[in-house]
Structure formats: structure tokens, C-alpha cells
């Protein structure tokens, strides 16, 4: 998906651009131009990982690296139902209510930062959570501090307890869609008209724009 280049590093680093300007212009009355390229805004979504591999902190290789996916303690697992749980508890504290939940000897973890036991400790957390149907898992561990989430479809998250409880998703002409964000106190936002039928409005643009409809492209 286009998550990190387009919509990311592209028209979010845009958009805190033009904010920000637009409040640098309150003080100083001068507007100013906005070079904002996706390849500039990808990069400074790196900086805390080329920092921590700078640091010593982990590696870029996906074995060794904290976060790719490999450690037993920060990733995704299978359930008996062929459907997905992930977590990510980091800390002890956290860590240790995973296991007691999933009823696992504390005793095989206790190298878990160590790299080389890491295929062992997701053999022995992805049997766990193979016991069971994710749902199932979900009645276990939500509101744990386990560090600890569902990994659900698209039809499936706006029915999540905790998105509904806040009204993530609304429905508008019959489309399910994410509520605008960020929330505002004072001018909370909403959307407005329902989402355009194929087709809708092309005759009047074309109108508009001098161009016949039988013209080609």
C-alpha cells in the first residue's frame, strides 16, 4: 500500500507544511513556498529507526531486527481459526501478563532480547495462540496490559468495541468510512456530502470545460 510514500511522507508532511507556514506568516506577515517531496518526508519518518541502528540498538537485517517481525515478543501470530492476533509488549511487566495468559513458562524467555532464541520463542508463543480461535483470545486479553490487538479486515474493525466506543468509522450515503482526524473541541469536524455514482458530474465538467462528450481522450 501507499501509506508511507503517498500519503505520509507526501501529503501529511504537506499538509503540517502549510500549518505551520501559515502560523510562521501570524508572526512575521511573510508567506514563503513549501518544497514538500515524498522522498523527503519518507526519510524523516526513518529518523528513529536509522537512530536506534546507529546506537547499536538493533539491526536492519530482519533476524536481528527488534521490530521486523522475528522477535517472539513484537509480531503477528495464526490462530486456530486461520485469523490473525498481534503483540508488541516490549516491557517485562507487559510481557510477563502475555504469558501468564498464555499460560507459558516465564523460564524459556528469560534471553528474549537475545536474537538466537527468538525462532524458539515464537515457535513456542505461535503453538499458544494455535490453541485457540482469535475471538476467543480477544475475551482473554482485551483490556490486559498485554500489549495486545485483534487483527481484523475491513468489514471488521468499524464493529471493534474500542472503534465503536469512539466513533472511528461513520456511515455516509451508505459507505462506511473513517471519521475525520485529528478531533477539534471547538470545530469538530464531519463529513459532508454522500461519496458521487460513476459518472456523476462529468457531463457538467466536460460542459464547463468546452469539451464534447464523444471527444476521445
Not at 524523516?44 to 517481525?69: C, D, K, P, W, Y
Not at 451508505?174 to 455514482?197: M, Y
Request: aromatic share 8%; with cysteine.
Amino acid at each position: 500500500m501507499n501509506l508511507v510514500g503517498d500519503f505520509a511522507g507526501g501529503a501529511l508532511y504537506l499538509a503540517v507544511g502549510i500549518v505551520a507556514a501559515l502560523f510562521e506568516r501570524s508572526r512575521s506577515g511573510q508567506g514563503q513556498v513549501i518544497d514538500a517531496a515524498i522522498v523527503d518526508g519518507t526519510a524523516s519518518l526513518m529518523t528513529f529507526f536509522q537512530g536506534i541502528v546507529a546506537s547499536g540498538l538493533t539491526e536492519m537485517s530482519r533476524s536481528r531486527n527488534l521490530l521486523g517481525g522475528q522477535a517472539s515478543f513484537y509480531g503477528v501470530y495464526a490462530c486456530a481459526d486461520g485469523k490473525y492476533v498481534s503483540v508488541g509488549p516490549l516491557e517485562s511487566q507487559f510481557f510477563a501478563q502475555l504469558l501468564a495468559v498464555l499460560e507459558l513458562d516465564a523460564q524459556h524467555f528469560e534471553r528474549r532480547h537475545d536474537p538466537a532464541t527468538w525462532a524458539e520463542g515464537r515457535a513456542r508463543i505461535g503453538e499458544a495462540f494455535a490453541r485457540r480461535n482469535r475471538d476467543e483470545w480477544c475475551a482473554l486479553l482485551e483490556g490486559t496490559d498485554a500489549c495486545f490487538a485483534p487483527v481484523l479486515d475491513l468489514d471488521e474493525a468499524p464493529h471493534h468495541p474500542h472503534m465503536a466506543a469512539r466513533g472511528i468509522y461513520v456511515e455516509q450515503g451508505g459507505v462506511v468510512q473513517a471519521a475525520p482526524a485529528p478531533r477539534f473541541s471547538r470545530t469538530p469536524g464531519r463529513i459532508g456530502a454522500p461519496p458521487c455514482a460513476a459518472g456523476d458530474g462529468g457531463a457538467e465538467l466536460l460542459a464547463e470545460w468546452g469539451i464534447a462528450r464523444t471527444a476521445s481522450r
